[in-house]
């Protein structure tokens, strides 16, 4: 928008505060939404976000899928997708090196995360060494490719004094009426499950259920999971 007449030195000045006041509360904005340490979405815009991205999903209308796109043909085997990463042995990194060798690597962490996945899909940090991925429109045969993609990428990473770093992954297909909180818990049975049987791997929750490998947990206190 134009303005036809040449502003005043105390119209520019008014002008000037107002941009500031407005950069200022976007600052805010952002701040609130994103981890400090990583600058990943944090966990507090997750139930929001995934409920987005699931209605965008039905609508058939989802991020970064443009009209006359063969991706955009409605397909029942592409989905989202939703991960739970979490770092092995985390604990005994913050112990071994400290916590700012810890916060190097969780950092590091997140860039690794950040060239491994396109914009339309949704990083974040949940808190401590825990992250969560949103997956967009991805084929089912592909989806663990894609995650054991970002494992064997950090794993083949030197992380600085500490060297080699890996992580467990758990994920799952999101569905039609899905609640975050619902999918959140059987990514996280995946996870639990690569866990306990190895660490270093991804795990899907529909091929382990199909399987018949999942079972209830059992926390051992003499057994260090995470």
Same mark, same amino acid.
């Given at each position: 928008?134009?303005?036809?007449?040449?502003?005043?030195?105390?119209?520019?000045?008014?002008?000037?505060?107002?941009?500031?006041?407005?950069?200022?509360?976007?600052?805010?904005?952002?701040?609130?939404?994103?981890?400090?340490?990583?600058?990943?979405?944090?966990?507090?815009?997750?139930?929001?976000?995934?409920?987005?991205?699931?209605?965008?999903?039905?609508?058939?209308?989802?991020?970064?899928?443009?009209?006359?796109?063969?991706?955009?043909?409605?397909?029942?085997?592409?989905?989202?997708?939703?991960?739970?990463?979490?770092?092995?042995?985390?604990?005994?990194?913050?112990?071994?090196?400290?916590?700012?060798?810890?916060?190097?690597?969780?950092?590091?962490?997140?860039?690794?995360?950040?060239?491994?996945?396109?914009?339309?899909?949704?990083?974040?940090?949940?808190?401590?060494?825990?992250?969560?991925?949103?997956?967009?429109?991805?084929?089912?045969?592909?989806?663990?490719?894609?995650?054991?993609?970002?494992?064997?990428?950090?794993?083949?990473?030197?992380?600085?004094?500490?060297?080699?770093?890996?992580?467990?992954? @758990? /994920?799952?297909?999101?569905? *039609? &009426? $899905?609640?975050?909180?619902?999918?959140?818990?059987? %990514? =996280?049975?995946? +996870?639990?499950?690569?866990?306990?049987?190895?660490?270093?791997?991804?795990? @899907? /929750?529909?091929?382990?259920? *199909? &399987? $018949?490998?999942?079972?209830?947990?059992?926390?051992? %206190? =003499?057994?260090? +999971?995470?």
């Amino acid at each position: 928008m134009a303005c036809g007449t040449e502003l005043s030195a105390l119209q520019q000045r008014l002008l000037v505060g107002l941009l500031r006041i407005y950069s200022n509360h976007l600052a805010i904005l952002e701040y609130s939404e994103h981890d400090s340490l990583t600058g990943l979405m944090n966990r507090k815009t997750f139930d929001e976000t995934f409920l987005k991205m699931l209605a965008a999903f039905q609508r058939d209308d989802s991020p970064g899928i443009r009209p006359g796109d063969q991706r955009a043909v409605p397909d029942e085997h592409c989905n989202h997708w939703l991960a739970v990463v979490d770092i092995d042995h985390f604990k005994r990194i913050n112990d071994r090196f400290g916590h700012l060798y810890g916060d190097e690597v969780l950092v590091l962490l997140a860039r690794l995360m950040r060239s491994s996945f396109r914009v339309s899909d949704r990083l974040y940090r949940f808190g401590g060494e825990e992250f969560a991925i949103l997956l967009d429109r991805t084929p089912q045969g592909h989806v663990h490719e894609v995650f054991e993609r970002l494992r064997t990428a950090i794993q083949e990473h030197h992380f600085p004094q500490v060297g080699e770093v890996t992580v467990s992954v @758990g /994920f799952t297909r999101i569905g *039609a &009426g $899905d609640s975050p909180s619902g999918a959140f818990d059987r %990514a =996280d049975e995946a +996870l639990y499950f690569a866990k306990q049987n190895g660490r270093n791997r991804v795990c @899907g /929750f529909e091929s382990l259920k *199909a &399987g $018949d490998l999942l079972q209830a947990k059992q926390v051992n %206190a =003499d057994v260090e +999971l995470f």
